[in-house]
């Protein structure tokens, strides 16, 4: 008897989470939201006025089976950027281990865990850069909306609801925390407060998918100008790499996002 009361009250508890969050959208939050979309746009213009950023990120890709089955990819990795045109990452998981650098002038894939590279020129700056990586080849930098020039445009052109859900504790910072709803994207994001804010965490959910999947990045060892250290943007492949095309590095196996037994639409 003991064991059901424990989990009925259990049950209460999360219908009230519910409750509570639901009620968050209600008239009465107009304040909050516009509250929301201030402090959002601080830690915009404030991101996007450092010439140099440097951080690590974990990062969590949730996907759900056909028998309903969620599963998580996790990987790590780092990032560095020097405004206007120069980004190298990293991105390390069980099956990947990718090496992104652009110099401002000509992209560079190195899967490490393959030895082969792919080069291709994509002149301009960091904006198109993004925009590139993630429409004509499907390879998406990590959390890579919030470093645009215009990230507060970009990333609220089509929202239709805000939250403003108080504070929260990320690697031991003390974070503002909202939800956002777009046409077609949940996302949430936890941002330090004070004078420096800056993206602890970010969350994006599909919605115009069933059981869409969901992309979490969590940063970490956040650094700025002279403490960014600076990174070298040129890539020298090692003396045994392959060099590939674009179109072979796509029927690689275990360079992209999914695991090769992972089959879109399958189990």
Same mark, same amino acid.
């Given at each position: 008897?003991?064991?059901?009361?424990?989990?009925?009250?259990?049950? +209460?508890?999360?219908?009230? #989470?519910? #409750?509570?969050?639901?009620? +968050?959208?209600?008239? %009465?939050?107009?304040?909050?939201?516009?509250?929301?979309?201030?402090?959002?746009?601080?830690?915009?213009? !404030?991101?996007?006025?450092?010439?140099?950023?440097?951080?690590?990120?974990?990062?969590?890709?949730?996907?759900?089976?056909? =028998?309903?089955?969620?599963?998580?990819?996790?990987?790590?990795?780092?990032?560095?950027?020097?405004?206007?045109?120069?980004?190298? @990452?990293?991105?390390?998981?069980?099956?990947?281990?990718?090496?992104?650098?652009?110099?401002?002038?000509?992209?560079?894939?190195?899967?490490?865990?393959?030895?082969? !590279?792919?080069?291709?020129?994509?002149?301009?700056?960091?904006?198109?850069? &993004?925009?590139?990586?993630?429409?004509?080849? =499907?390879?998406?930098?990590?959390?890579?909306?919030?470093?645009?020039?215009?990230?507060?445009?970009?990333?609220?052109?089509?929202?239709?609801?805000?939250?403003?859900?108080?504070?929260?504790?990320?690697?031991?910072?003390?974070?503002?925390?909202?939800?956002?709803?777009?046409?077609?994207?949940?996302?949430?994001?936890?941002?330090?407060?004070?004078?420096? %804010?800056? %993206?602890?965490?970010? &969350?994006?959910?599909? @919605?115009?998918?069933?059981?869409? %999947?969901?992309?979490?990045?969590?940063?970490?060892?956040?650094?700025?100008?002279?403490?960014?250290?600076?990174?070298?943007?040129?890539?020298?492949?090692?003396?045994? +790499?392959?060099?590939?095309?674009?179109?072979?590095?796509?029927?690689?196996?275990?360079?992209?996002? #999914?695991?090769?037994?992972?089959?879109?639409?399958?189990?």
């Amino acid at each position: 008897m003991a064991a059901r009361s424990k989990l009925t009250l259990s049950a +209460a508890s999360a219908l009230l #989470l519910v #409750l509570t969050v639901g009620t +968050a959208g209600s008239p %009465p939050a107009v304040a909050d939201q516009a509250q929301a979309r201030t402090l959002l746009k601080a830690m915009t213009d !404030y991101v996007g006025a450092q010439q140099s950023i440097a951080f690590d990120y974990d990062a969590i890709l949730e996907v759900v089976t056909k =028998d309903r089955q969620k599963l998580q990819l996790a990987s790590s990795g780092t990032v560095s950027l020097a405004r206007p045109d120069k980004i190298r @990452t990293t991105r390390s998981g069980g099956f990947v281990d990718m090496e992104t650098v652009f110099d401002g002038k000509t992209l560079t894939l190195f899967g490490k865990n393959k030895n082969i !590279y792919t080069r291709v020129e994509v002149p301009g700056s960091l904006d198109n850069l &993004v925009n590139e990586l993630q429409k004509k080849y =499907d390879r998406p930098l990590p959390a890579a909306d919030l470093f645009l020039t215009h990230a507060y445009d970009e990333i609220t052109a089509d929202v239709k609801d805000v939250k403003d859900l108080g504070s929260g504790v990320v690697g031991g910072i003390e974070c503002d925390y909202f939800a956002f709803r777009s046409k077609d994207v949940d996302w949430q994001i936890w941002v330090t407060q004070g004078a420096q %804010p800056r %993206p602890c965490r970010y &969350v994006i959910t599909s @919605t115009g998918i069933a059981d869409g %999947p969901q992309y979490t990045v969590q940063i970490r060892n956040w650094k700025t100008g002279s403490d960014a250290a600076t990174a070298d943007f040129a890539f020298t492949p090692p003396s045994d +790499a392959k060099q590939i095309s674009i179109d072979e590095l796509k029927k690689v196996k275990n360079t992209g996002e #999914l695991p090769s037994h992972f089959i879109v639409g399958g189990k």
